[in-house]
């Protein structure tokens, strides 16, 4: 197994990236399915799945802000553009 140490800062950098944005989508289907579920469910069923939802949003919430003090500013990456076809 790798370690960090064994990780470029370019590397590092690319890797916070890819978990912010996966994080990022996360953190929008969750709220997605708050929506939902306000929209669709009766009562009891909908109170236990909202703190379900909120306990679900509260750690990706903990685990973006945690990973965001890592990222470097001046780095620039296009996640999305690298994985495009020439």
Do not use: I
């Amino acid at each position: 197994m790798l370690t960090k140490a064994g990780m470029s800062d370019r590397d590092f950098q690319k890797l916070l990236q890819v978990a912010l944005t996966d994080l990022g989508l996360r953190q929008t289907m969750l709220e997605n399915r708050v929506s939902e579920v306000n929209e669709e469910m009766r009562s009891l069923e909908k109170d236990d799945q909202l703190d379900k939802l909120d306990m679900q949003l509260r750690a990706v919430r903990q685990d973006y802000d945690h990973y965001r003090q890592f990222v470097d500013p001046d780095f620039k990456l296009d996640v999305a553009d690298q994985y495009r076809e020439s």
